[in-house]
């Protein structure tokens, strides 16, 4: 079992930074990939990043390559979710979630586990 909590969402400007954290409690998280994901009003929740357990391997939506970066530190059981070059596009609630399933990455139906999620909100 893993619990999750997202933390560091917020109301910033375009072109502005924020940091958020996925703090995990359970036995599994660090041999769990994690990703992130988010829901804008009124759309599908979409893929955002992923993270394999070990922190080697990374993938990234399109639309935010080059600008999110994804991290993890197995010895605090939190990953992070670095946010630069924010645009009102990026408004959304954003969750994290784990899986163990093999070879899961952008397939929400994948991730066993999923935090309550964390609003950003980019003004323009």
């Known amino acids: 079992q893993v619990q999750l909590v997202e933390s560091g969402g917020g109301l910033v400007q375009a072109g502005g930074s924020l940091r958020l954290s996925c703090a995990a409690s359970?036995?599994?998280?660090?041999?769990?990939?994690v990703g992130w994901f988010r829901q804008a009003p009124g759309k599908e929740r979409e893929f955002v990043a992923h993270?394999?357990?070990?922190?080697?391997?990374?993938t990234y939506a399109d639309s935010v390559k080059g600008r999110f970066t994804i991290s993890r530190d197995n010895a605090k059981n939190t990953v992070y979710l670095q946010m630069n070059s924010l645009e009102p596009e990026d408004t959304a609630v954003y969750y994290c979630?784990?899986?163990?399933?093999?070879?899961?990455?952008?397939?929400?139906?994948?991730?066993?586990?999923w935090g309550q999620g964390t609003q950003v909100t980019v003004s323009s």
């Open positions: 979630a784990a899986t163990r399933i093999p070879g899961a990455v952008i397939d929400r139906y994948q991730y066993n586990y």
């Open positions: 359970g036995r599994t998280f660090s041999s769990s990939a």
């Open positions: 993270i394999d357990w070990s922190g080697g391997r990374k």
